[in-house]
């Protein structure tokens, strides 16, 4: 591989105690590029702009999929990777269904290792603190042509990342858009998923939620999952959460958080979930916690809800299995405690 370092980091330009999530990046990213039937010149280089033509296809039908994870610095400054090669089957996945050929592991695992231990000093210690690394692949063949493209680039760039979603998360059960359907493209990490996300997640906005649940695209009567994370519900002494099928998610956290929930003794129930048993539990009292789970936000308390023009709290309780099985993740992630389940991968 060919390994271009940048002659004096950036790092001192940035203030890593405040930057808005995202729109910073490390000094280099990983290139590689498909043509005539194979990935070709894996380069690591300074993070920069490049130019690409005005046809490409990524522009014209949105051939692109990408994936999310981190890096996590322990307190002998050791940097860990959580369970990357369930990034890399997933993204493969992705881009079998978009049409896109399958970027091989071990040049994913060689590439993300090197990325990070040249870059290693963006990452900050302590829980909360950690790098997102983005890998993505677009269609970029010159023509627009309506069939896949022959050509492709597969990049990965990372950003510092601290705590995400600060607190008070309300969710807007939606009713009537759909984030994806039967058959569709909603299982894998495809770009335009999140395009169709932003107009009905900005009217949920205007009423005052930060996110949607999204619910079966048929009859809007299960729960499915919320855009970025997936959904654990709490009802009295049972934890739930919706099996994944095309249009859920099939999330690495989600899996992550149903080990370690089952291993702390606690009843988990994978099964479909419908609106109306949340509401009934809402009403009742025994809706105890809703949280999301994702890479970005690891584990997100929820506070409430709304749906059809009622909103429904949840009650505060003390014992908040939320905050106890993020502490659980995020002590794997940080080398804090043992790793039981071998998910920690040593950069
Ligand atoms: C990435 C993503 C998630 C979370 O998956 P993780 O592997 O836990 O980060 C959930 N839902 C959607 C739609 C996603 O794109």
Request: charged residues 25%; positive net charge.
């Amino acid at each position: 591989m060919k390994i271009e370092k940048i002659k004096k980091s950036n790092i001192s330009k940035i203030d890593l105690n405040n930057f808005a999530f995202g729109s910073i990046f490390t000094d280099h990213m990983f290139v590689c590029s498909y043509k005539a039937g194979q990935w070709v010149n894996p380069e690591i280089k300074p993070y920069q702009s490049f130019s690409i033509s005005p046809s490409a296809s990524v522009f014209h039908y949105g051939q692109a999929c990408f994936e999310g994870m981190k890096a996590f610095k322990d307190d002998n400054e050791k940097v860990w990777l959580f369970r990357p090669k369930e990034n890399h089957q997933r993204i493969v996945k992705s881009s079998e269904r978009l049409a896109m050929p399958a970027f091989p592991e071990e040049l994913f695992m060689e590439a993300l290792t090197l990325l990070i231990k040249i870059d290693k000093h963006w990452i900050k210690k302590g829980v909360g603190n950690s790098l997102y690394i983005r890998p993505f692949i677009f269609a970029n063949q010159e023509s627009i042509g309506a069939t896949e493209s022959t050509d492709y680039k597969f990049m990965i760039i990372c950003a510092p990342a601290n705590t995400y979603y600060t607190s008070n998360v309300r969710v807007k059960i939606e009713d009537s858009y759909s984030r994806a359907s039967k058959g569709g493209v909603g299982f894998a990490k495809a770009a335009g998923n999140y395009a169709a996300q932003f107009y009905p997640t900005n009217l949920a906005k205007k009423e005052g939620f930060q996110q949607i649940i999204w619910t079966d695209s048929s009859n809007h009567e299960y729960i499915e999952e919320a855009g970025t994370m997936n959904l654990f519900f709490r009802i009295n002494d049972t934890l739930l959460t919706a099996p994944t099928n095309d249009s859920i998610l099939d999330g690495i956290t989600r899996k992550s958080i149903i080990d370690l929930a089952k291993k702390e003794g606690l009843k988990t129930e994978i099964r479909p979930i419908k609106v109306s048993e949340l509401i009934s539990a809402a009403k009742s009292g025994d809706l105890k916690e809703i949280f999301g789970s994702g890479t970005a936000v690891v584990v997100l308390p929820i506070i409430g809800f709304g749906y059809k023009n009622t909103n429904y709290d949840l009650p505060i309780i003390e014992n908040s299995w939320a905050i106890l099985l993020k502490k659980k993740l995020n002590d794997i992630q940080y080398n804090i405690s043992n790793d039981p389940f071998n998910w920690r991968h040593e950069v």
